[in-house]
């Protein structure tokens, strides 16, 4: 199945948020018509009879106990922030 | 005409941490003070499950009469918004922790089973502060409230009326809270609620038109729920009157079935000119003025790519641990009403009230009962004084100075002494004031043993001999001279007197006068 321009264009804007060039568009559906190709590839193995796997790791089960541990003071919370005021991150508004 | 509702209830666990990490859950703590790398999303960081979220939701989803898988994993929900610093959400998908119970409420039409789709564990996304002016400034973000851990409760599309929709949240909310889940204050979030609506409009062949589904979006109380969803199917009614035949048509092609109804669909032409269906949309509730606000139409589905969350392991339930949840549920709430009204002799009023208000308070109900012997008067200040005292002072029940046992010493006391309804209360303001007991409070304001009623009567006998006036101006008809007699026995009582004891005693007295 051949990824077409136009749809790498709506997942890089709708669901990546990336903004790219037409040249990247280009490459980048020629690259993900590959990997679709492979998986295509792999849904031909033959799985009837094999418990589908939700987490390749053989642990089950790992908890902590609901105690409190310190938090990041605000500064430090909010010092990777673009932008600040007062103890809150700004964001450019959001209107709902 | 059918209306179809469906709820989707999201409840905060009372948990001390966050669902995956250590970060306190403390309501109203000062912005971005309980965040930590995990909780906003850093890379190289590592969630680790909440052991007692775990629990709690499993207790949760065996009161709501669910079955609970054996094997349950956590998925990553994608998409972008400032609240949700890791750009996914964790929740359950495919295979959530909890499947298929049911729910039992009452409304005027009678009893209804309401059946619950799944219950499922996901984390809280943060809280944004937006430009109120809407003059384009920034939203603001707190992102204590991420990571939070939440429940999910889906309900089949099943309810019919607002009032239904209504009924069933006030149920859940009795439940969590009886079972000491959530405390479910939709004013600080810990219970919010999406509801879906759409109607089925009956065509002359028999099949149903279905208008499209409209998300309500965080309403945030139970009454709110009902006045949205009202609203919502009036305006949806008026749609599809303005709409089919002009911008929609209905599709004619096929129908779907749903319960006994065959269902037609809505369709609308798209940009290229093709008919497509109406697709299923959201829509906020204005307050102010009582109405939905439908936000703009989307062509595509939402995509939230959902995958198995790498960093986390799935979870095993043995039926060894269903077991000991089940063991440690205790008494549910509808049958704890029952006990009440049977053991008791309460009303179904009181009763109500104390099961609704959780298993602390009906806790505190009984204590009182046991101390004090007389449960209609134990539940009357419960329900009347205690429960408005709790309202004003913003406190549980737990945190209230007076405690059950406390409550019922008054109420002997107050019993024991005879003391009226206002004396009682300085006596219960005093004990709420200084944290002391009955005896102490009463000894505090001065009140004396009161007399019983044989040394009322002797005391107006004796205000009578000397009044000679005031019985003369009665007999003569002015009632208000009795007044005077009344007068003297509250001085000599120091104003203590039991006053419907008092006003007997002198009306009988004043009649054998001669
Ligand atoms: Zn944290």
Known sequence: MAITPNEVRWIARELARLDLSDAEVEDLARDLTKIVGYVDQLQEAKTDGVEPLAHPLELSNVFRPDNPQPSLPVDQALANAPLRKGDFYAVPGVFE | ?514
């Open chain 2, 1 to 514: 005409m059918h209306v179809v509702i469906g709820l989707e209830v999201h409840v905060q666990l009372l948990t001390r941490t966050k669902l995956f990490c250590g970060c306190s859950t403390e309501f109203g703590l000062p912005p971005n003070t309980a965040t930590c790398p995990v909780c906003c999303g850093l890379p190289g960081t590592l969630p680790v499950m909440n052991e007692h979220a775990f629990q709690l939701a499993m207790k949760a989803a065996l009161a709501l009469h669910c079955s609970i898988a054996r094997y349950t994993k956590w998925d990553r929900k994608n998409y972008f918004y400032p609240d949700l610093p890791k750009n996914y959400q964790i929740s359950q998908y495919d295979l959530p922790f909890s499947n298929e119970g049911w729910l039992d409420i009452e409304t005027s039409a009678g009893p209804k089973k309401v059946g619950i789709l799944r219950a499922h564990l996901e984390e809280d996304a943060g809280k944004m502060l937006h430009d109120e002016a809407g003059a384009g400034g920034d939203s603001l973000v707190d992102l204590n409230r991420t990571g939070t851990p939440l429940l999910e409760i889906v309900s089949h599309p099943e309810m019919e009326t607002a009032e239904q929709a209504r009924a069933y949240l006030e149920k859940i909310r009795e439940l969590l809270r009886g079972i000491e889940v959530s405390d479910c204050e939709m004013q600080e979030g810990s219970l919010r609620c999406d509801a879906n609506v759409n109607v089925h409009v009956p065509q002359v062949d028999g099949t149903f038109v279905a208008t499209p589904i409209v998300e309500i979006k965080n309403l945030n109380s139970i009454r709110n729920v009902e006045r949205a969803i009202a609203h919502e199917i009036d305006r949806q009614l008026n749609e599809l009157k303005e709409n089919v035949g002009k911008e929609w048509r209905i599709d004619e092609s096929k129908t779907s079935v749903f319960g006994d109804r065959k269902v037609r669909r809505l369709e609308f032409k798209n940009k290229d000119g093709a008919w497509v269906p109406v697709s299923k949309t959201t829509a906020g509730f204005d307050d102010r003025f009582g109405r939905t606000e439908i936000q703009r139409r989307k062509e595509e589905a939402s995509d939230y790519r959902y995958f198995p969350d790498p960093d986390l392991v799935p979870a095993i339930v043995s039926e060894e641990q269903i077991a000991r949840v089940k063991g440690k549920l205790g008494e549910l709430p509808e049958h704890q009403l029952a006990r009440l009204r049977s053991q008791y002799g309460l009303s179904e009023y009181d009763a109500d009230i104390l099961v609704r208000n959780g298993r602390p308070f009906v806790g505190f109900f009984e204590a009182a009962t046991e101390v004090c012997g007389d449960a209609k008067e134990a539940a009357n200040w419960a329900t009347n004084d205690v429960l408005s005292l709790l309202k004003a002072r913003n406190e549980t029940v737990v945190e209230f100075p007076i405690t059950g046992h406390k409550l019922g010493e008054f109420l002997a006391e107050i019993k024991k002494r005879k003391l009226n309804k206002q004396r009682a209360r300085e006596v219960f303001a005093e004990m709420l004031e200084s944290g002391s007991h009955a005896v102490a409070a009463i000894g505090k304001l001065g009140i004396q043993s009161v007399a019983d009623e044989g040394q009322l009567l002797e005391m107006v006998q004796r205000a009578i001999a000397s009044n000679a006036k005031a019985v003369a101006d009665f007999k003569k008809g002015k009632v208000k001279a009795a007044d005077a007699i009344k007068g003297f026995v509250m001085r000599e009582t120091k104003g203590q007197a039991d006053t419907e004891v008092l006003q007997r005693l002198v009306l009988e007295e004043l009649a054998k006068a001669p």
